[in-house]
């Protein structure tokens, strides 16, 4: 079961979709194009709607950000396989796969969530994040220097977004550059998991292996990495267990892979289509951090995130029972035109910016600094460096049909 296999029910003239219709529409090649019209439909139309088959969909942004922050609205995975169970959803992916994990940050609530939580902000510290920026510089410098020197054209996708965010973490880490290439066969395996468990399975043993070796190392001789510091973390406070600092390690390094990327991509997209904004950046580089947030709300990376009700809950009028699960559109909420003036404009400089890309409450996205901050970097050196950037003759855009990211197959560019 997932968030595409509801009620097909019929468009209407315009051709936007039907409040039962919106998981369908956005898996459309308009959907996938521009969703935000539909979103824009469900705000006004249904904001806390039930579909046919029982699951809310979230879209209005006072609503999803206090969701985001009320207990009875949980993450624990137990609750979530038996919200999807009863909907008679394929979890065997799944299940395989929070089974191997175990109980970690993003699979558990308070105060469990809490616990580990606390652990990983002390060695995920923003001094540690700020300490990657001349290294995320050199990356990505590197990057665009082997893009350029390949020829006139490089998908950007290709060339840095996806690149970029598994060269950083290897950095943060300490995992040596000649180990990258089996680590990124992995987190390939890793992304097809729904097509071939038994494969993704085998990689994730392996790549738990080869994190424990990891681990004993930097116990026999510390760095200044990420690993060193939750080993040291351990050895402080013995309530974080060996099978939990290696779930640790696999979630913080897996989880901002697919963020930088959709935020790279999409941001750089968004700048190419205003090119007025484009200038603007160019003309003032101190802008990119703001540039950033704004790029991270217009077009949204993680466009929904999923909830299961704990206990009953109203929301907008509407009450949401136990067991149920429930679809917070992040995207939707940052168009909000009750919260941000203007939403569909793109505004580098936009004050007021609380947007709900990264989430809220107790699950905050703890990679969300670090992928702001590879975005930072990225965004603006291709800004300084390639003044004539724009996108390749011809090139037909295409994002990937995954209603909860959103994702460019690929940004064609010439420069």
């Known amino acids: 079961m997932n968030l595409t296999e509801t009620t097909d029910e019929a468009r209407d003239s315009a051709g936007l979709a039907r409040p039962d219709d919106l998981a369908t529409a956005l898996l ?18 249904d904001p806390v709607h039930r579909s046919a088959q029982g699951i809310w969909y979230l879209t209005r942004y006072a609503d999803v950000e206090a ?33 191997r994990l175990g109980r970690v940050m993003s699979n558990t609530d308070p105060p469990e969530h809490a616990r580990l939580r606390k652990l990983a902000n002390r060695a995920f510290t923003a001094r540690r994040v700020e300490a990657l920026r001349d290294g995320i510089q050199r990356i990505v410098d590197r990057l665009i220097d082997e893009a350029v020197a390949a020829g006139p054209t490089m998908d950007l996708i290709e060339a840095v977004a996806s690149p970029l965010p598994l060269s950083v973490v ?11 290439p089996q680590v990124k066969t992995w987190f390939h395996r890793f992304g097809r998991l729904s097509e ?32 060193s510091a939750l080993v040291a973390t351990q050895a402080r406070d013995d309530r974080l267990t060996d099978s939990e600092l290696l779930s640790t390690c696999f979630v913080l390094i897996t989880a901002g892979d697919e963020t930088t990327t959709h935020l790279v991509g999409n941001g750089m997209l968004a700048l190419l289509r205003h090119p007025d904004e484009l200038t603007r950046l160019r003309e003032d580089p101190a802008l990119i ?20 009700v704990a206990e009953d809950v109203e929301i907008g009028g509407r009450t949401l029972r136990e067991g149920e699960l ?27 910016n609380r947007h709900l890309s990264f ?5 905050f996205c703890l990679g969300g600094p670090l992928a702001k901050l590879q975005a930072e970097v990225a965004v603006g ?35």
């Not at 468990?197 to 080869?210: F, H, P, R, V």
């Not at 951090?289 to 299961?308: G, N, W």
């Not at 989430?359 to 699950?363: E, L, Q, R, T, V």
């Not at 003044?387 to 990937?400: F, I, Q, S, T």
Request: with cysteine; net charge negative.
């Open 28 to 45: 459309t090649a308009e959907g996938r194009r521009d969703p935000y019209p539909f979103y824009a439909r469900m705000r006004r139309e």
């Open 67 to 99: 969701a985001l922050s009320d207990p009875r609205l949980s993450n624990d995975r137990d609750r979530m396989t038996c919200a999807y169970s009863a909907l008679g959803g394929d979890l065997k992916a799944f299940s395989r796969l929070t089974d």
């Open 170 to 180: 290897c950095e943060l880490f300490g995992i040596p550059p000649e180990d990258l």
């Open 196 to 227: 071939d468990i038994d494969k993704s399975e085998e990689a994730i043993d392996q790549y738990e292996e080869y994190l424990a070796r990891l681990v004993r190392r930097r116990r026999a001789d510390p760095g200044d990495d990420l690993i």
């Open 289 to 308: 951090r703001a540039a950033v947030d704004e790029l991270a709300r217009y077009d949204t990376p993680t466009q929904a995130i999923v909830r299961v």
């Open 326 to 352: 429930a679809y917070l559109f992040l995207a939707a909420t940052n168009r909000d035109p009750e919260r941000f003036e203007d939403p569909d404009r793109l505004d580098l400089n936009r004050p007021g």
């Open 359 to 363: 989430g809220n409450g107790p699950h």
């Open 381 to 415: 050196t291709l800004v300084r460096r390639l003044p004539h950037l724009r996108l390749a003759d011809g090139a037909v855009l295409d994002w990937r049909p995954n209603p909860l990211q959103r994702r460019l197959a690929a940004l064609p560019l010439t420069y």
